[in-house]
């Protein structure tokens, strides 16, 4: 009988629990993908202790019969165990035939299943099976698991605190119900709704489940395609940051994985238009033929590769950059402040997903930190943001020299100075730097700049690339360089300074230049550099000037760092503040 296959291998069992199973989130993944194998609609998981003192995961699938009950305990047992090639042509998510085996090798399993006939309640524990008898005839699938690596003192050690397990699980059920927005997920703890989404269908209403309506009404569809990828989802204007990647799901032919291209490309589209520090929040799916996904055979793994993926990034890239494009509004002021009712435990939870993440990913984080490189779009943008460059700003006066006030019909503006001439400086120079025929200037007299050996090495090596951007730079005597033409976009009185600053960023790349890269950054630095600052008093058409030119650049919302660079107050914020209106 089973009962005996199950007994002899239970020691197996036993050494590659950890394999698949390693903390109360791998349980309940391995629950949860079994319900959606068995076609469920609805899942609930109830965790007690955030899974440490029991997980219970109920579906509404087809259920098991009392066979199939028994042999999914078996290792191997399952048909679903398929070549690793076969991995992404079968429906099945649950292609690892030793998950459950190996969690009832390590825990106490109670389970109750039935297709719509007699049930069946099994109970196993640490593999040995206690109870086999009948039950009532729910359709469907109940499983609970108990005192988790209750036998494997060394694993046990492992699970981290209630708090963290929670996080773990929670993120995992945010992200599957993400990808299966037609099926309802419900997650509680200790009998507290933490996740709910209704099974709709429709993925802006999941994405609402999920992150709240601060979130949900700042979502921006997109939809592309190319000859081997579709992609389709929700991206959120950069008002709505977070500090982890965390939340860059990317799900593909149906799967959530992890890919650090794609999360890249993401993120590269979203220059200038964020800190580099902050993520932003998208939905992305991917649909393609499945020959073209590699699936790493690590079962625990969410990793893939994908063939022609650099269609796909750029695909993903052009995609949003142009729906940002198309899509900014400035962000109202009432909207960021109302924007924290959230239920506290969930934030506590988010915070502790964000600090783990921060832990994994320090790494990744430091490469990624780098410049990242804008190319020109291919895409044709033939409406750029029609109604901003209409916008007219009128100044009213500034705080601090700093933060000027504007005006129009439609509310009021808080303006940062500082951050609004960079971004008119940083188009402007990228420009210019990018034009081929840029006219040039004689220096009134000749600069001559002193490095060390290595600088030295490293400019000489990009003499031409700086010839070809209209500086004219020539050797002069040892490891000195002598400059006596410079463009002409090069703000006057700070010449020099400014060719000190591009011959120091050239040095910083060393052999790691990149022309489009240096561009990028020399027009950020010297936009800050050439920027009025804070504190500075500017006149009343200073100020008007600024606006207007601020309102024709390409992303009139942020400084080329990514912060804010205005801020607006409807008049229906006013009212609101002011409690002339009361909703
Ligand atoms: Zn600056
Ligand atoms: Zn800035």
Known sequence: MGKINIMSENLSNKISAGEVVEKAA???KELVENSIDALANDIKVELINGGLNGIKVIDNGIGMDKDDALLAFQRHATSKLLREDDLFFIDTLGFRGEALPSIAAVSEVDLTTSTGGVGTHIKIKGGKLLVNENSDSLIGTKIEVKNLFYNTPARLKYLKTEATELANCVSYLEKIALS?????????????????????????????????LQVSSKLIEIKASNDDYDIYGYICKPEILKSNRYHMTTIVNGRVVRNNELNK????????????????????????????????????????????????????????????????????????????????????????????????????????????????????????NKEVKQLKLFPVGAVHGTYIIAENEDGMYLIDQHAAQERINYERFFKALKDSKTTTIKTLFPITIELNASEALIIKEHLDFLNSIGFKIEEFGINTFKISEHPT???????????RRIIDLVISYGNKFDPDKFREGAAITLACKMSIKANMHISKEAMSELLDELVKTDNPYNCPHGRPTMIKFTNYDLERMFKRVMN
């Open 26 to 28: 791998s349980v309940v």
């Open 180 to 212: 299966y927005p037609n099926i309802s997920f419900k997650l509680t703890n200790n009998e507290r709704v933490i996740v709910n989404t209704s099974g709709s269908g429709n993925l802006k209403k999941t994405i609402h489940e999920i992150y709240g």
């Open 265 to 384: 490309a993401i993120n590269d589209a979203y220059y200038t238009y964020k800190p580099d520090i902050k993520f932003p929040i998208v939905v992305i799916n991917i649909n393609t033929d499945p020959t073209l996904i590699d699936v790493n055979i690590h079962p625990t793994k969410q990793d893939i590769k994908l063939s022609k993926i650099s269609g796909l990034t750029d695909l993903i890239m052009n995609t949003i950059k142009n729906a940002l494009y198309n899509n900014l509004l400035i962000p109202s002021a009432l909207g960021r402040i109302e924007a924290t009712n959230d239920v506290f435990t969930k934030k506590e939870i988010n915070k502790i997903i964000e600090d783990n993440i921060k832990e994994e990913k320090k790494e990744e984080e430091q490469t990624e930190l780098d410049l990242f490189t804008v190319e020109e779009s291919p895409l044709d943008i033939v409406s750029p």
């Open 489 to 499: 976009w090069l703000l006057q009185g700070y010449e020099e300074e400014s060719i």
